[in-house]
């Protein structure tokens, strides 16, 4: 989900709610105690130098249980974040502390805001030695009248 996005989606909401993968609602007291843009730097294992930028929004929860932070409230952050950083209309990465600091995908079922896990992968596999995955068939699938028979030839 990008910047613009959340805060269209805000606009419509009377209050937010996050949802982590396992289905369990963030606690309602929340805090959006970060919004920032970071800016990572690197070099994959092909040697390409890469940059990659996002936005991130850090979920804290505290023991202030009557707080609700509301939807024009977040927008106002968003918006001072975005003036006051030079932040563009980047993907979101959410921060959330469970067992550990996880970071999560953002992504809006209509309802909630749903935190999607993040998958590791290799950006350079055409130089690292990783084999193209083979395609697998069902022999079943197979159309019995388009195999050849023995008799005719083609084999």
Not at 22 to 32: I, M, R, S
Not at 83 to 96: A, F, P, Q, S
Request: hydrophobic share 30%; charged share 25%.
């Amino acid at each position: 989900m990008r910047l613009s996005e959340i805060k269209s989606e805000l606009s419509k909401l009377d209050k937010i709610a996050f949802q982590l993968p396992n289905g369990e609602l963030v606690p309602n007291h929340f805090h959006v105690t970060e919004v920032g843009k970071i800016t990572k730097n690197f070099i994959d294992c092909g040697g390409t130098v890469r940059n990659e930028e996002v936005v991130n929004f850090q979920l804290w929860n505290a023991d202030d249980y009557d707080h609700r932070l509301h939807p024009e409230k977040l927008v106002h952050i968003i918006e001072l974040s975005e003036k006051t950083l030079g932040i563009g209309d980047l993907e979101i990465e959410v921060e959330y502390q469970g067992d550990t600091i996880g970071k999560f995908g953002l992504d809006f079922d209509g309802t909630n805001f749903l935190l999607t896990t993040k998958q590791t992968d290799c950006l350079a596999k055409d130089n690292c030695g990783i084999p193209a995955e083979k395609p697998k068939l069902q022999f079943s699938s197979l159309s019995q009248g388009s195999s050849c028979d023995p008799k005719s030839g083609c084999c």
